[in-house]
């Protein structure tokens, strides 16, 4: 699905009443319509019931008059509280306001921090937030602040109009306060504060309605951000051709995993076999090995040196070389540790090794430690798939400044230093080193458990070597994963296990391929 930024949703609305000739006062009655047929869809007849609809002085608010007007007509009592005074109310929201108004819809005003300290509205069935539309960037502040604190106060359901008010609809970024919706009625198109955390918490369900905006104006415009779903998948999977062999899918090598830490290799050789991948083989130190084939009966393993913790080591550089011949990619971090010469071998993977290299853990730590470990001197993609504490390793910021600026530190990091991003999370962010963005809606809290990430990293290198672009492979193992993870949601909401999302993968893949 295309996510449409602020900017870009202006400019389709221009282009459709400009260009195309559709008003603006059309759109907003289709807005407010469209709002209304999924208010009764989700919460039934609202006859008798008593709404509010809270309307602010842009468009945002217009769409509110209309849905007031439509809800009236439906024989819900309505009240509309309007934030401004009624002159500062323009354009097609003052022709909408004049409607409602003639109609005798009852109007109370709320204009001063002062008409706010009595508000109570658990009194109503239903609240509409229209105070702000897309475009806001600034705190909310004032009255505004305090209406939306009260609203947030009440027991009542509340619908949010195109998103809900103080979420910046670019990023998900709370501007000072928001309105926590149960339902967000969006137009159009959706929008990525929608599905970026923290917005994604505050949006609740999220619908998209056609408010007649051609289709032309869309497919003219450019999109470069996408929320993964079941039709994006649907383009990747398909079913397997009956005269095919193990070899025809590809070979995985994993450098994963150390005494304490054989958890994390098996774990990503796992996710790697339950992706499809022909052949997994794994680097083992000779103290390890007998761990990894009694856990591992699919996967080979690769007998190497390793050091006293049974991490690889530069020393292993030499065996490691001769084994990528006839690999498509590797895996590299989950479980080695960070000691200086499996750094060492880590760095020279990551800037010499000409095939796909996916980066995780370890290997993320390890490239955060020095300056230019970015650098690599051969062509081939290199994919990273960090945790928000590991992106601020890479980054030299806190965790904290990357939950709140997601978007904007996968962007900018894909983009300057050439990688494919995974930044793992609630809505995790694909970013490519072209600036596309993808967020994955897939997934639940009950995946906040050792081992997940582990799973994850196999997942998309299994991916890699069957096939797939570094793009198609991230944005579609983190999606099939997190849909995995939610499907043993449904019956646990936590306390599964990593392996039982690796072992469920499959399952996935077939439903996928079925509904296709």
């Known amino acids: 699905m295309k996510l449409a930024r602020a900017e870009q949703m202006r400019r389709i609305d221009l ?9 603006g006062i059309i759109l907003m009655e289709n807005a407010g319509r469209g709002t209304v047929e999924s208010i009764t869809g989700f919460y039934g007849s609202v006859n008798k019931k008593k709404i509010a609809v809270f309307a602010g002085p842009g468009n945002n608010g217009g769409d509110g008059f209309v849905i007031a007007r439509y809800l009236d007509q439906l024989g819900a009592k309505v009240v509309v509280f309007l934030l401004v005074d009624a002159d500062k109310v323009k354009g097609d929201a003052a022709v909408h306001f004049r409607v409602i108004d003639n109609l005798g819809i009852p109007i109370r005003y709320i204009i001063s921090e002062d008409d706010c300290r009595e508000l109570q509205f658990d009194c109503y069935d239903l609240i509409v937030d229209a105070l702000f539309g897309t475009g806001l960037k600034r705190s909310v502040e004032g009255h505004f602040f305090y209406t939306i ?11 949010a109009v195109d998103i809900p008010s103080g979420v910046d609809s670019d990023t998900g970024v709370i501007c000072g306060t928001a309105v926590h919706a149960d339902l967000t009625v969006t137009f159009g198109l959706a929008k990525p504060g929608h599905f970026i955390c923290p917005g994604r918490e505050k949006a609740g369900t999220v619908k998209v309605v056609d408010i007649a905006i051609p289709n032309q104006i869309i497919v003219e415009e450019h999109f470069s951000y996408e929320l993964l779903d079941k039709k994006f998948a649907d383009k990747l999977i398909a079913p397997r051709a009956l005269n095919v062999h193990k070899g025809t899918y590809g070979h995985l090598l994993t450098i994963a995993g150390s005494t304490g830490k054989t958890g994390a290799a098996i774990l990503s050789c796992l996710g790697a076999l339950r992706s499809g991948a022909g052949l997994v083989s794994l680097c083992a130190p000779q103290c390890l090995n ?6 591992l ?38 479980g080695i540790g960070t000691a200086e010469k499996t750094a060492e071998l880590v760095r020279h993977i990551y800037q010499h090794v000409d095939i796909p290299i996916l980066c995780d853990a370890d290997a993320l730590n390890i490239l955060a430690m020095k300056e230019n470990s970015l650098k690599k001197g051969v062509n081939a993609a290199r994919i990273i798939t960090p945790h928000p504490g590991e992106m601020a390793r890479l980054i030299g910021e806190s965790a904290s400044f990357v939950q709140k600026n997601r978007l904007q530190v996968a962007h900018k990091f894909a983009v300057t230093n050439n990688v494919y991003l995974v930044l793992k999370g609630a809505g995790s962010i694909i970013a490519d080193p072209d600036g596309k ?4 809606p897939s997934g639940n809290p009950g995946m906040a458990a050792g081992g997940m990430g582990d799973v994850l990293s196999g997942i998309i290198g299994g991916l890699l070597v069957q096939g797939f672009s ?9 999606y099939t994963h997190g849909l995995a993870a939610d499907r043993l949601a449904s019956k646990t909401p936590y306390g599964y296990l990593a392996g039982e999302v690796a072992e469920t993968l499959p399952i996935i893949i077939h439903e996928l391929l079925n509904n296709k």
Do not use: F
């Open 290 to 295: 007998a761990i990894y084939e009694s856990a």
């Open 15 to 23: 282009k459709t009443i400009e260009d195309i000739g559709i008003p």
């Open 297 to 334: 009966h699919e996967a080979m393993t690769v007998t190497i040196k390793g050091n006293n913790e049974g991490a690889p080591i530069i020393d292993d550089l030499q065996t490691i070389t001769k084994m990528l011949a006839g690999k498509q990619a590797v895996v590299v971090g989950p």
């Open 470 to 478: 570094p793009w198609q492979a991230c944005c579609l193992g983190t």
């Open 437 to 440: 963005i993808a967020i994955n």
């Open 149 to 159: 604190e009260r609203i947030n106060k009440s027991n009542s359901p509340v619908i």
